[in-house]
């Protein structure tokens, strides 16, 4: 069963417009989401991250919105620029014991000039 | 100040034969992990250790074992590697039980 879900495969969006990036999760024990970024060939680094006592966190050209009742993020980046074009994952924590990231699928993020 | 490494980068092995993936961090992390990943299945965690003396399995256990050698180390051995276990692995390391995860360059693995 996923609990963490990124929906859609890939995504395309022109240099300079909004990217949004989409995720879904099942479990209501989750209070703590990250947005890794991935380049190809490379590990994941991490991009931006948002507790639940918050709705939006924002750095630079990202944003991260949560919507508990929904339970679905999203991450904004704005403008879109064609070094953004790499694979996303959304993970999520819950603070059960000891607790460990939950990965979605990741999107490829394909940015053009 | 290197953060994650891992060796060896690539390799190939054939059914059957073991290995050791070798992973080791810079950052005084408590916790490191291991995953794996495939083609559109995400980032699986095989095993981690949450201190060093302690690991646990992860959601792939199956057909590796770990071992914590000390706070900075932390390898992964294929006893018998399979070609099911062909992937790009990826050790990580965190400073506190959740939240974010430093990982290093990966490792390609090729069972034939």
């Given at each position: 069963?996923?609990q963490?879900?990124?929906?859609?495969?890939?995504?395309?969006v022109?240099?300079?417009?909004?990217?949004?990036?989409?995720?879904?999760?099942?479990?209501?024990?989750?209070?703590?989401?990250?947005?890794?970024?991935?380049?190809?060939?490379?590990?994941?680094?991490?991009?931006?991250?948002?507790?639940?006592?918050?709705?939006?966190?924002?750095d630079?050209?990202?944003?991260?919105?949560?919507?508990?009742?929904?339970?679905h993020?999203?991450?904004?980046?704005?403008?879109?620029?064609?070094?953004?074009?790499?694979?996303?994952?959304?993970?999520?924590?819950?603070?059960?014991?000891?607790?460990?990231l939950?990965?979605?699928?990741?999107?490829?993020?394909?940015?053009?000039? | 100040?290197?953060?994650?490494t891992?060796?060896?980068?690539?390799?190939?092995?054939?059914?059957?034969?073991?290995?050791?993936?070798q992973?080791?961090q810079?950052?005084?992390?408590?916790?490191?992990?291991?995953?794996?990943?495939?083609?559109?299945?995400?980032?699986?965690?095989?095993?981690?250790?949450?201190?060093?003396?302690?690991?646990?399995?992860?959601e792939?256990?199956?057909?590796y074992n770990?071992?914590?050698?000390?706070k900075?180390?932390?390898?992964?051995?294929?006893?018998?590697a399979?070609p099911?276990?062909?992937?790009?692995?990826f050790?990580?390391?965190?400073?506190?039980?959740?939240?974010?995860?430093?990982?290093?360059?990966?490792t390609?693995?090729?069972?034939?």
């Amino acid at each position: 069963d996923q609990q963490v879900k990124q929906n859609s495969p890939s995504l395309s969006v022109q240099e300079g417009r909004i990217s949004i990036l989409n995720c879904d999760y099942t479990n209501s024990m989750f209070d703590y989401f990250l947005w890794y970024k991935k380049y190809p060939a490379e590990g994941p680094t991490f991009l931006i991250s948002i507790s639940s006592i918050k709705d939006k966190n924002e750095d630079g050209r990202f944003t991260v919105f949560l919507n508990k009742s929904a339970k679905h993020l999203s991450l904004h980046i704005v403008p879109s620029q064609p070094g953004d074009s790499a694979v996303y994952f959304c993970a999520a924590s819950d603070y059960s014991g000891y607790s460990t990231l939950t990965f979605g699928k990741g999107t490829m993020l394909l940015v053009s000039p | 100040n290197a953060g994650v490494t891992q060796t060896p980068k690539f390799q190939v092995l054939k059914t059957g034969q073991s290995m050791t993936l070798q992973c080791a961090q810079d950052m005084n992390h408590n916790s490191m992990y291991w995953y794996r990943q495939d083609p559109g299945m995400g980032l699986r965690l095989i095993y981690y250790s949450a201190s060093e003396g302690t690991t646990d399995k992860g959601e792939v256990p199956n057909g590796y074992n770990v071992s914590r050698l000390n706070k900075r180390e932390f390898s992964l051995r294929l006893e018998s590697a399979a070609p099911s276990q062909t992937s790009v692995y990826f050790c990580a390391s965190s400073e506190a039980p959740r939240g974010e995860q430093f990982f290093g360059p990966g490792t390609r693995l090729t069972v034939l």
